[in-house]
């Protein structure tokens, strides 16, 4: 069974850090990009970051650039978003998901739709109170 299992959402305050986890089960890691979403109440669905998703290998929405590193352990099928500087505005339910690494990074940076996105993991809650 392809499983994506996030961990790590808390509540900080503002300028605090904090690290998920997406560890994945069921298909070859190696073979696909791993990408983070996040959805903030009464919005859309936003790409964050993805990585193994084509010639950089990774990618950030300018939002979280500088701020946000996302990173993997090929060992252990787990895929990190290291979150620092965190913002109010950071606040959203993440979601991480995996796909082909061209797709995955055309969704990411919004230029196609995450709903065609097939393999998601179930959200974990990031609150940041100012």
């Known amino acids: 069974e392809v499983q994506l299992v996030e961990s790590g959402g808390g509540s900080v305050q503002a300028g605090g850090s904090l690290r998920l986890s997406c560890a994945a089960s069921?298909?070859?890691?190696?073979?696909?990009?791993i990408g983070w979403f996040r959805q903030a109440p009464g919005k859309e669905r936003e790409g964050v970051s993805c990585?193994?998703?084509?010639?950089?290998?990774?990618y950030y929405a300018d939002s979280v650039k500088g701020r946000f590193t996302i990173s993997s352990d090929n060992a252990k099928n787990t895929v990190y978003l290291q979150m620092n500087s965190l913002k109010p505005e950071d606040t959203a339910v993440y979601y991480c998901?995996?796909?082909?690494?061209?797709?995955?990074?055309?969704?990411?940076?919004?230029?196609?739709?995450?709903?065609?996105?097939?393999?998601w993991g179930q959200g974990t809650l990031v609150t940041v109170s100012s």
């Open positions: 998901a995996a796909d082909t690494a061209g797709f995955l990074l055309a969704v990411v940076a919004g230029f196609d739709e995450h709903r065609y996105l097939e393999v």
């Open positions: 990585i193994n998703c084509g010639d950089n290998d990774t």
């Open positions: 069921g298909f070859t890691f190696d073979d696909y990009a």
